[in-house]
């Protein structure tokens, strides 16, 4: 069983529409993350929930929505998609916050053309 | 925010060699981790080392932390081509947000 599942693995998308990517884990964790990775490979933190509530928000465009139905689910949708979105989004869950590693899903790729 | 930052970018070394990567991040931390990730893959968490550690180990990986230089190193003793992979430091603000450096990149030569 995978622990963090992210669907879909790829997605290519035309500028402009609007898309959802797909998050769950299967570990009782209670804190999930969304982590964008660019063409240089740096992480930079999107978002953050802890039971259902968020508690990190970066500095991202409101054009990125995230939604947890439930602690074991963090989806996140992505309105009026730009070139510059096209990265590889990482979805991580940890037990709670603070001392604790994370685990990550395999990532989805994003090309929007 | 702060981010890791590592060094060197890129590192090539001989099976049996040992690889030392370096990190360096700017405010205080409550934590710092490391993490492996292979090509095309998700990231694995490796270690975690607490703001009032100095040293931890974990099987092959050996890490050190120096609060007072901002700077952790970690040690891969007799590499493997298994290895071969980017490594991330990620320190954790307090306010519990890791943030992630742009990694080293290992290749380890058999």
């Known amino acids: 069983d995978t622990a963090v599942s992210q669907t879909p693995k790829y997605l290519v998308t035309q500028m402009g529409n609007d898309k959802s990517i797909k998050c769950e884990q299967n570990?009782?964790?209670?804190?999930m993350y969304w982590y964008k990775q660019d063409s240089k490979k740096f992480l930079k933190i999107m978002f953050s929930y802890n039971n259902k509530e968020l508690i990190i928000n970066e500095t991202v465009p409101n054009r990125f929505s995230p939604k947890s139905p439930d602690k074991a689910h963090l989806n996140l949708h992505i309105n009026s998609l730009e070139l510059g979105d096209s990265a590889v989004y990482f979805c991580a869950s940890s037990p709670g916050t603070g001392f604790y590693g994370y685990t990550f899903g395999s990532g989805t790729r994003l090309t929007v053309v | 925010s702060q981010q890791g930052e590592e060094d060197p970018q890129a590192l090539s070394i001989q099976e049996g060699e040992n690889a030392t990567m370096n990190c360096s991040y700017k405010t205080s931390i409550n934590n710092l981790q490391w993490y492996r990730q292979n090509s095309g893959r998700g990231l694995v968490h490796l270690i975690l080392i607490r703001s009032n550690e100095r040293e931890k180990h974990s099987g092959r990986l050996r890490v050190t932390l120096d609060t007072s230089k901002k700077s952790s190193s970690l040690l891969i003793t007799a590499s493997r081509a298994a290895d071969t992979a980017s490594y991330f430091c990620a320190p954790m603000e307090y306010g519990n947000k890791l943030v992630f450096g742009a990694g080293t990149i290992l290749r380890v030569k058999s």
């Open positions: 570990l009782g964790h209670d804190t």
